[in-house]
C-alpha cells in the first residue's frame, strides 16, 4: 500500500508559504517558526486523513464482461464495486487491460456510497484474436480532507477469449437456406431430384430425366412412374487447417490463417445446416486440434473454439502427419478441404508427396487464397521500368499458383485459389456442388 501526495497537499503547503510572506515577522527565526509550525500542522493532518482512509483492498472489485467476445466486435466492459464501509469513500482505478483489447477507458473516478454498489462501464473493441490475461487493477482511494491518498493494486486474475469474425455469416445462412430449397425439391438453379437415396415414385412430368423411370412401376400402374431421390444426409466434411509458415504472412491485411478460420466456419455452418457431419484438424509442425466430425447446431463454435487461439509456426507444416492422424481419425469417406497456400515449392515439396494418404479413400478439396495486390500489379499498366518488374514478378507468382494447382488436379483434387472475400462461398458452392451430384 503507497501513499500518494494529492493537489490539495501541494495547495495546503503554497498557501502556507503565500501566508508567511504576507505577515512579513520581524526577525528571520520568527518566519522559520512559522513556517516550521504550520507545515507540521499540514503534515499532521495529511497523517490523519491517511490514517482514517480505508484501504483500497477492503473495496470489493468484480471485472464483468463476456467470457468470449469476438474481433472486431464492441462490447461493454464493467467495473462494479462495493463499499462496506460506513461512510463514502471516493476512488479512482485504472486497469491493466491488454492494449489489444482497445478500451474505450482504463481509468475512472467514481464516488461509492456506504454500503452500497457501484457499476463504471466502459466498452473494449479487440484487434487481435486469441486467449488474453487480464492483469491486475490500481485502486486510489481519497482520504476525507483529500490531502493523502492510499494506493494498492488488487489481483483479478482471468482472460478472455477473442474468437475470430465470421465474415461470412449472411453468405453462409443464404447458401443453407437455398440448399434446403434444393432438399425439399423446389426449383433453384441447381434443378430437381438430385441425390441418390431414393425416397419415392410419382408420376412422370415434363421436366424429369427419362432415365428415372422405373419400369416395372410403369408397367403396373399403366402410366410412366419415376423414382424420385433425395440428397443423402449425414456425410462428412472434415477441414484440414494449415497453421504453418505459408499461412503466417497477411493478405490485405489479415492474416492468411484467417481467412482460412472463415472458410472452415462457413464450411461448418453450411454442411451442418444441410444434415451433414462436419470435423476439423488443425495442424503445423504437429496436429494441434481434432474436432470430431459432428452434426450438431454448435458445431461451427464448437470448430472456433478449436482454432482461435492459433498462432502460426515459421516453420514447414507436416502434411504427412497431419493426414496420417486424418485418415486414423476419420475413417468413414469424407470430403476433405485442405485450408493452406498454393506456394508452388511447399506444394511440390510437401504436400503433394503427402496427397496419396487421403486421396486413395477421401474426396479432395484444396483452398487458398489470391493475394489482391498481386492480382493488381499484374494487370496494370507499367509506367516505368520499375512498374515493368513488378508487374513481371506478379506474373510469375500466378504462373507458380498455378502450376501448383495443376499438379494437385492432377493426382486428383479439386482446387479453388479464390480473391479475398471469395474463399469461403467457393468452397461452399463447391462442396455444395459435388453433394448434389452425388459425388460424395
Not at 464492441?74 to 463499499?83: G, K, Y
Not at 496420417?324 to 515439396?349: I, S
Request: proline letters at 6%; a positive charge; charged letters at 25%.
Amino acid at each position: 500500500m503507497t501513499p500518494v501526495p494529492t493537489w490539495r497537499l501541494a495547495l495546503a503547503f503554497a498557501a502556507l508559504s503565500a501566508v508567511v510572506v504576507v505577515v512579513s515577522p520581524p526577525t528571520a527565526g520568527a518566519t522559520f517558526g512559522l513556517l516550521l509550525g504550520g507545515n507540521l500542522v499540514v503534515v499532521v493532518l495529511a497523517v490523519a486523513d491517511f490514517l482514517v482512509t480505508p484501504r483500497p483492498s477492503r473495496v470489493e472489485l468484480r471485472r464483468v464482461l463476456p467470457a468470449t467476445v469476438t474481433q472486431g466486435v464492441e462490447v461493454p466492459l464493467v467495473w462494479r464495486l462495493t463499499n462496506p464501509a460506513r461512510r463514502r469513500v471516493r476512488l479512482t482505478l485504472s486497469d491493466e487491460l491488454p492494449p489489444s483489447l482497445r478500451p474505450a477507458n482504463r481509468r475512472a473516478t467514481v464516488t461509492v456510497a456506504a454500503n452500497a454498489t457501484v457499476e463504471v462501464r466502459t466498452r473494449i473493441e479487440p484487434v487481435r484474436r486469441g486467449r488474453l490475461e487480464l492483469g491486475s487493477v490500481g485502486l486510489r482511494l481519497r482520504g476525507p480532507l483529500g490531502l493523502l491518498s492510499r494506493q494498492e493494486r488488487v489481483e483479478l486474475p482471468g482472460d478472455v477469449r477473442v474468437y475470430p469474425p465470421f465474415r461470412s455469416r449472411a453468405e453462409a445462412e443464404l447458401k443453407i437456406n437455398q440448399a434446403r430449397s434444393q432438399q425439399l425439391g423446389l426449383r433453384t438453379t441447381k434443378g430437381l431430384g438430385a441425390g441418390t437415396d431414393f425416397e419415392s415414385l410419382r408420376e412422370y412430368g415434363v421436366n424429369d430425366d427419362f432415365r428415372r423411370i422405373d419400369w416395372r412401376a410403369t408397367a403396373r400402374m399403366g402410366k410412366p412412374i419415376v423414382r424420385t431421390y433425395r440428397i443423402e444426409r449425414n456425410q462428412n466434411v472434415v477441414v484440414l487447417l494449415d497453421n504453418g509458415r505459408v499461412m503466417a504472412g497477411k493478405v490485405a491485411g489479415v492474416p492468411r490463417v484467417e481467412h482460412a478460420m472463415d472458410a472452415a466456419m462457413m464450411l461448418a455452418a453450411v454442411s451442418t445446416g444441410v444434415g451433414d457431419r462436419c470435423g476439423l484438424v488443425t495442424f503445423d509442425t504437429e496436429v494441434r486440434s481434432v474436432v470430431a466430425a459432428s452434426g450438431r447446431t454448435d458445431q461451427a463454435m464448437r470448430m472456433t473454439e478449436a482454432m482461435y487461439a492459433l498462432k502460426p509456426a515459421l516453420a514447414e507444416s507436416d502434411y504427412a502427419g497431419a493426414f496420417a492422424t486424418t485418415v486414423a481419425r476419420f475413417r468413414r469417406r469424407a470430403l476433405l478441404v485442405v485450408l493452406t497456400d498454393l506456394v508452388e515449392q511447399a506444394v511440390l515439396e510437401a504436400l503433394i508427396p503427402a496427397m496419396p494418404l487421403i486421396t486413395r479413400t477421401h474426396l479432395v478439396l484444396v483452398g487458398g487464397v489470391q493475394d489482391p495486390e498481386v492480382l493488381a500489379w499484374s494487370q496494370e499498366k507499367p509506367a516505368d521500368l520499375e512498374e515493368a518488374y513488378r508487374k513481371t514478378a506478379a506474373l510469375a507468382a500466378l504462373a507458380e499458383r498455378e502450376r501448383a494447382a495443376r499438379r494437385l488436379r492432377a493426382l486428383g483434387a479439386r482446387v479453388v485459389d479464390a480473391p479475398v472475400g471469395r474463399l469461403s462461398g467457393r468452397l461452399a458452392d463447391a462442396y455444395l456442388g459435388l453433394k448434389s451430384r452425388g459425388a460424395l
